[in-house]
């Protein structure tokens, strides 16, 4: 027996225009250095009907790659909008990724056309001599472009056309959008989102299991739009009605008070990192009025309970803690405690990585290849599939990270029979200390508990006698000087004796990836080269 449904493809074009048609007053607010400028939805969907047109005359066809280099603001909206719907494909471009890294990503994913920031072209200049398949240069705002040779004008190229525009019926398999993967180790890999894949995505980051997004929120989208589609929130926004506010470069501690007050914001995403320099820069502003805001989302990387503990004492707000990868579109899990969770034990759900979200399936996997139970308890590494998970990297055949179906996604830890995960640590910064292993995670977490810690990494370093044991590298809080001695003894009690960590060293700054994680393989690089100052203690006494 078959169905008698209609056959109806899940297109990016079918959210464009519920948006547009349904929430064509709800408001897009995009953060300028002097104020805020304001579009309603109705508007953005005219401009990204205009990009389409004007992007077609310049030959942009079905299937080709239009790269973007821009801020988090109105322009990449109605760029996320046009390019998907009109039948080409969105490629975001990371801005913080090194030259040789960039201009990898535009040749390996052979842009026709990139859209770009004025005040990002010195950033884009570096690599313009080696590309090779860019023909055409649209600047969004006013600078010095002459080292581009001819390049168009985001406004005029607009302004030139009418709106409206005949959104063409697609194949929903068709990619949509790529996001290259940071390329910590190797050439990044690119991920190729199809329509299908995205609308199914948005579907899940909407549902009230997630955030409870609706048109009566404004969300604040901190986590950069080059970076897995900033973790879906603008399809989501534009699907729901949610007022969205793009804050551009501003994201210090200080304006990000600034916006939330002014705009009234109730939901926000971001890195643990941007919402410790929030608490950072609150301390210092006690007055600011932050009672609009509700919930916030935090992922990237692992989030310490003491970060969810400040949130929830400062702030006032909920901090949930996501977890995902480019190759998940993100969405994957999401940590929120499970009915009758007594108040006492809420927080042990929330610094989980996650609840595995309606639409995906994780597994944790052994060495051998052996699927472990859901027991909590058994520990390796998790796999994921799912119809937004991705199946291959483009033009990079990596079988490795596959298993049977299966994407490996190189964090391990373990799974309860609840569904939530729990994250010990990176494959690749697991440490392995006289047949144990030690999470650096769960160290990092418990360091930076203490009052006088901003920020803690740990990688793993050679031992002569235990072949590698922790090295706790610390960021102190501003104006505090907190001894080595004192934060092992702060660890005494919470993790094993033999895990505790004999090596510390005290830095400046955490070193962080292009998307704000933190880079450890520098840290490594550090170590080896002996440019960290480290402090050996014995182990702390039983």
Known sequence: MRSTMQEFPLLISHILRHG??????????????????TASFTEVAAQAERMAKALGRLGVERGDRVGTFLWNNQEHLAAYLAVPSMGAVLHTLNIRLFP???SYVINHAEDKVIVADASLLPVLANVWDDLKTVEQLIVVGEGDAERFGSTLAFEELL?????????????ERDAAAMCYTSGTTGNPKGVVYSHRSTYLHTMAHTAAASIGMTEHDRLLVIVPMFHANAWGTPYSCWTVGADIVLPQSHTQGERLLRIIEDQRITLSCGVPT??????????ASPGADLSSLRAVTCGGSAVPRALIEAFASQVGAEMIQGWGMTETSPLAAFGRPPAGCPADQELDYRVKAGRIVPGVEVRVVAEDGTVLPNDGQSVGEFEIRGPWVTAS???DDDPSRFHDGWLRTGDVGSLDRLGYM??????????KSGGEWISSVEIEGLVMGHPDVFEAAVIAVPDPRWDERPLVCVVPREGAKPEAADLQAFLVGKIARWAIPERWCFIDAVPKTSVGKFDKKQLRAQYAEGSLEVVTLGRPPA
Request: proline share 4%.
């Open 20 to 37: 547009q048609e349904v929430h064509g007053d709800s408001e897009v607010v995009t953060v300028t250095g002097d104020g805020y400028r």
């Open 100 to 102: 040789d890294q960039l």
């Open 159 to 171: 302004a030139a056309e009418e709106p409206g525009y005949d959104w063409p019926a697609l194949d």
């Open 274 to 283: 941007v919402w410790n320099d929030l608490l950072r820069a609150l301390a």
């Open 393 to 395: 990297y483009y033009k």
């Open 422 to 431: 729990t994250i010990s640590d990176r494959t690749k910064d697991v440490i």
